[in-house]
Structures are given as structure tokens and as C-alpha cells.
């Protein structure tokens, strides 16, 4: 799994592994943490919501995912 992260924020996933240590059918928790001054906007990728900053992903192949943070201003 590899994660992007335009703008300032963070993203973890749960249960931690290493990007190429989970197993076909494994489910990951995504959960996007914006830095002070910034919002979670939305997912992009192999997620797509706008509503929600967790999301869950089955690993069913390589999976790309960005987590887009906007300005509070």
C-alpha cells in the first residue's frame, strides 16, 4: 500500500505493517490527521470519499491512496 499526503497532514494505517507486508484479504484502517492550520479534505486513489477521515481498504492488490489536506484559510 502506498499513501500520499498533498497538503500538511498525516495518514496511519491499522494494523501497522510495513507497505508490502500485508496479505491479499487483509483490512486497513486509514485515518487521515490534518496539521494545525489544515483540514482533511478528502481520499483519492483506490479510496474516494470526501465525508470521512478513516476509511477502510481490502488488500486485494497494490493499492494507492492520497489523503488531500486544504488551508483553513
Given at each position: ?6 497538503g ?10 510495513p ?51 486544504n488551508?483553513?484559510?
Amino acid at each position: 500500500m502506498n499513501t500520499a499526503t498533498p497538503g500538511s497532514g498525516t495518514v496511519t494505517l491499522s494494523p501497522p505493517q510495513p507497505t508490502d507486508g500485508y496479505a491479499a484479504g487483509d483490512n486497513v484502517t486509514l485515518t487521515a490527521e490534518a496539521a494545525p492550520g489544515y483540514l482533511f479534505s478528502r481520499w483519492e486513489g483506490d479510496v474516494t470519499s470526501s465525508q470521512e477521515n478513516t476509511a477502510l481498504v481490502m488488500m486485494n492488490g497494490n493499492k494507492s491512496v492520497t489523503a488531500v489536506f486544504n488551508p483553513t484559510v
